[in-house]
């Protein structure tokens, strides 16, 4: 096989297809994202990602399955251990997490609030499992007043620090997220230790666009390791090096929306470089999911969808386009957190098999083995490669 030049993974954040079979494992039994929604809004027009092939992966009201889908598509099964974005991410580059982050459903314990409070040298509110909207809201004002960082988590392996940028300026709550970041080892190594800085009057507050991720250095090689050693590009857009602790990236596209992600993603494209464009659209998870708006996330959806055309256009014949997800996030259920789903698998490019089907993939890992094999090169990926399933000839 002639390698590609340019292979492109946009993951569609929380746009899960429904229960994975350990679901129940997870609390997650009948969650199902896009089915979900598409109901909740009496239909979801998605043009382009049906022509793809979408509908013929679930019952998805307003996109059906078409006589001939233009490019190919399948399933991918969660196989770590967790729900979570950096695992999620993680699996899809070819390293599977055999045991899951730590979290902390009654807030965190003293040996971990002690430690961090003598770092920073404030003490802090919250500490608390809660949504980073309503926390905000409840405890703002009592952050104004004081100074008090507040600290809070979720469902998933997260150490969160909100501050108002008036008060605890972005450069100093990083430092603040640094130090966390620093202390958080061994049995409670987290995820991510995530900056949320926010801005506004009590009764108004809102977050801003100078969030920041710290992830937690992954165990094992990925396959943006591999390509990276082979002498390629690793193009990450969207929060991408941040997920992977900037190991394997090469170059990083910041971006505060998904409209900025979907431009960024097109010029990596155009670029001549030849290599990985890996692309993580946020808002469909933090706009939406997690604030249980089904309309809103809908609208997302279709948003993306009419720009679909930039990418698919921008596709030489050396090129593919893999679009997927890294878990599900059902707004219809009364949990605001990730939900554990499998996720829907297109894929667009003039050397795809039309109408191509590569089943129900027992890994996410299977999309980074494959990506691997494409650009030729050599990766230890956890997955199984399903090129000779994908391309014509």
């Not at 730590?102 to 770092?119: C, H, Q």
């Not at 801003?208 to 390629?232: E, Q």
């Not at 170059?251 to 431009?263: A, F, H, L, M, R």
């Not at 097109?266 to 990985?276: E, P």
């Amino acid at each position: 096989m002639t390698p590609f030049r340019k292979v492109v993974l946009l993951v569609l954040d929380s746009v899960g297809i429904g229960e994975a079979p350990d679901a129940a494992k997870f609390g997650d039994e009948g969650s199902a994202t896009l089915p979900h929604i598409a109901e909740a809004v009496g239909g979801l027009h998605l043009p382009n990602l049906a022509a793809l092939g979408l509908g013929h992966l679930g019952s998805i009201r307003g996109v059906p399955p078409v006589d001939a889908p233009t490019g190919a598509r399948g399933v991918l099964l969660p196989r770590s251990a967790g729900k979570d974005t950096t695992s999620g991410h993680w699996e899809l580059a070819g390293l599977v997490l055999e045991r899951p982050f730590p979290t902390y459903p009654d807030g965190f314990p003293p040996r971990v609030i002690d430690r961090f409070e003598s770092a920073v040298g404030r003490s802090v509110l919250g500490n608390v499992a809660a949504s980073g909207t309503e926390i905000i809201e409840r405890l703002g004002e009592e952050h104004m007043r004081t100074g008090k960082p507040i600290v809070y988590t979720s469902a998933d392996s997260v150490f969160q620090v909100a501050a108002h940028e008036s008060v605890i300026p972005l450069e100093e709550l990083y430092d603040m997220c640094r130090a966390a970041r620093g202390l958080l080892t061994g049995e409670d190594e987290v995820g991510r230790v995530i900056a949320r800085p926010f801005e506004g009057s009590p009764g108004s507050f809102k977050r801003t666009s100078g969030r920041k991720d710290l992830s937690v250095d992954p165990p094992g090689p990925t396959i943006l390791d591999a390509i990276a050693a082979a002498g390629l590009e690793v193009h990450g857009v969207g929060k991408i090096s941040n997920i992977f602790a900037g190991r394997g990236v090469t170059v990083s596209t910041p971006t505060k929306s998904n409209d900025e992600g979907i431009g960024a993603t097109a010029a990596a494209i155009n670029a001549s470089s030849r290599g990985l464009v890996f692309t993580n659209l946020v808002d469909f998870d933090e706009s939406f999911g997690h604030r249980n708006d089904p309309a809103g996330y809908a609208r997302a959806l279709e948003a993306f969808d009419a720009r679909l055309p930039e990418l698919t256009g921008a596709l030489a014949e050396d090129a593919v386009l893999f679009i997927t997800a890294d878990h599900g996030n059902d707004p219809t259920t009364p949990s605001t957190d990730h939900s554990r789903e499998r996720v829907p698998l297109v894929v667009a490019g003039d050397r795809v098999r039309p109408g191509a089907d590569v089943g129900t993939r027992s890994s996410f890992a299977d999309c980074g083995a494959t990506i691997a094999e494409l650009l030729g090169v050599t990766a230890g990926s956890a997955g199984t490669s399903f090129a000779a399933d994908l391309l014509t000839g």
